[in-house]
């Protein structure tokens, strides 16, 4: 009688163990991703009774949209090329004949910061005036919020915060080197974005930069000297920057004299003047171009060949271009009557014999000067 109330017992159980409710896991439980970056989630029936039907929807009942596929068998939900409206919650419903089970996922949309300032530049202000100058920023995650003074080509850090949306910088106008380039940047682990906004002072003269030469070519190894002027009200101060890179390290700046000392190939570029005053600022621009003679390199600068076989040396230089390119033998012997040299450098002799055996010269020359390199050339019999 124990053993038949037991067996009921024991039946009862396995029959509410298999009639139940889908119980469900899903991968990952959250994901932050880049927009347009491709995420899938994975709803998994771990058990209940069978059949189970999955499907997904949104948890705000918003349409799961048009780069969202679910896959055949409903378990897998992929998103395509992630776009800011694909963010929120998305929720796996699985249904059986016991009941529904739901569970949900988060997925967050990473987005580079944006800037918006109000008022747009330039803003002009008088002696004693309030200043008011709203930021306001986008992005995930939120990106910090800073003001910041540009002068004398460095930025002063006025005013942070890394919680709000908006940041509003206010001053009273003081004095006219209160005027100037006013930034705000907003900066993630996505990236930064900035707007820049120019504050001058009503009643001035805007400055007028100008450079006695817009185009220099030099030699390496000379001194070059760049002159600027400017004019406006009250008198701009002049300094010296370089586009994309610092000054050189031997450099000098007096007044709107710049002297740069044994120019090299690295310090070509644009040479900007920037002339700044309260009531606005002005750029000229100095393009410098240093000539450097040919360093000059053999590919390869050591071969061992057998006789018959076919020789080529690549002579690569860098330096200022046009470069040519001469070949010749160590010693004075003659180049064999089958060697060719192409303009680019390139030496090629078929048919090897012994007797081409030795070094090889390559002269690399251009209107700066030259640059040679050697090879030595080994013809096995």
Known sequence: MDFVRAAVILSSLLVAALAQKPVLSIEPRSAAIKQDETISFRCRVVSGSQPVQLEWKRVNNQA????VKVGPDGSVLTIAYARPSNQGQYRCIATNA????TINTVLTIKQVPKVWVTPSSP???RMGGAL????SASGKPRPSITWLKQEWGSENVLISTTTDTKLVLQMTVMAPEDAGMFVCRAQSSQGSAEE??????AGGAEPRASVSQTDIKAVEGQMVTMHCQATGSPSPVISWSKLRAPLPWQHRAEGGTLTLTSVGRQDSGQYICNATNAAGYSEAYVQLEVDTPPYATSIPDQVVARRGETLRLQCIAHGSHPISYRWSRVGGASLSSGAKVTKDGMLTIAQLKVSDSGNYKCVASNHVGTGETFASVTVRA
């Open 196 to 201: 820049k906004v120019e504050l001058r002072m």
């Open 98 to 101: 016991q009941g529904k089970t």
């Open 123 to 125: 803003v002009m202000a």
């Open 132 to 135: 008011s100058l709203e930021c």
């Open 64 to 67: 799961l949209g048009d780069n």
